[in-house]
């Protein structure tokens, strides 16, 4: 039973990276190369749909690291998993303090009502999301460590 709570956390963490990467590395530059506002307007959408998403399986992959550091907690790999919880708790916290106001912003936007400095608060969103995407990065690396 272990073992499987150990895959299924690991590959839920696995795949919220990836999304993550891909909005920081794929989405966002499509975005940007958008002619007109289209790009504004998508990245409106995106905050909508992820943001309502995101915080569900942010802390679901949490829990789920929690549950294995406790259901494994004299097992090898344990430290590796405690590890990756706290920087599972740490993309929490600069998610809520850092990336969620401007994303709640953001999502409201429209080419006729969004505020004189969006593009600024938009690529500070992008470098907050870059410190993010790399700290779940090095959870998931943790977290794949303490499957062998």
Do not use: C
């Not at 499987?4 to 190369?33: D, K, P, Q, W, Y």
């Not at 905050?47 to 090898?76: C, D, E, K, N, Q």
């Amino acid at each position: 039973m272990l073992n499987a709570l150990e895959v299924f956390t690991t590959v839920t963490v696995g795949v919220m990276v990836g999304v993550e990467f891909s909005v920081a590395f794929v989405m966002n530059r499509i975005f940007n190369a958008l002619p007109g506002d289209s790009g504004q307007l998508g990245r409106a959408h995106g905050g909508r749909m992820l943001g309502a998403v995101m915080p569900f399986w942010y802390m679901g992959s949490l829990i789920l690291t929690a549950v294995w550091a406790i259901a494994g907690w004299h097992h090898h790999g344990t430290g590796l998993v405690v590890t990756a919880g706290a920087l599972l708790i740490l993309s929490v916290i600069m998610s809520i303090l850092l990336l969620v106001p401007i994303n709640n912003r953001s999502k409201t936007w429209t080419p006729e009502n969004r505020p004189a400095d969006w593009k600024q608060q938009s690529n500070r969103w992008d470098r907050y999301h870059y410190v993010r995407v790399a700290v779940l990065i090095a959870a998931f690396a943790l977290l794949v460590a303490a499957l062998t």
